[in-house]
């Protein structure tokens, strides 16, 4: 698992940033934690996963890069729009390898 260098935190995860991030890296359960990530395939811009799928063999074996966390599903929604937000006005338009390019 790695971290996106400005990573997006949403509002309640800000508190307990470290936490969090030590508790992924670990693989501690905590299903209302939830990470957005880049899609695995194509057709999404960000993709939202429960930090308890995390645990799971297929994903567990992955090198995930985290773009954000939040404490819960409606704040990784929040975070989200904020990351699409930015991601538009940066690129002018939805060209996330772009945005990307200097993790």
Known sequence: MR???HL????KAKKQRYSIIQGLREGKFRPEVHVITPPQN???IF??????LL??????DQDM?????????WEALEVTRDMV????RETGGFDLECWLQDY
Do not use: F, Q
């Open 47 to 52: 993709e939202i996963y429960s930090s308890a």
């Open 55 to 60: 645990l799971l063999p297929p994903y567990r």
């Open 42 to 44: 194509g057709n999404n």
């Open 3 to 5: 971290c996106y260098k």
């Open 8 to 11: 997006y935190v949403g509002k």
């Open 65 to 73: 890069l985290i773009l954000g966390i939040a404490a819960d599903y």
């Open 85 to 88: 937000d930015d991601l538009y």
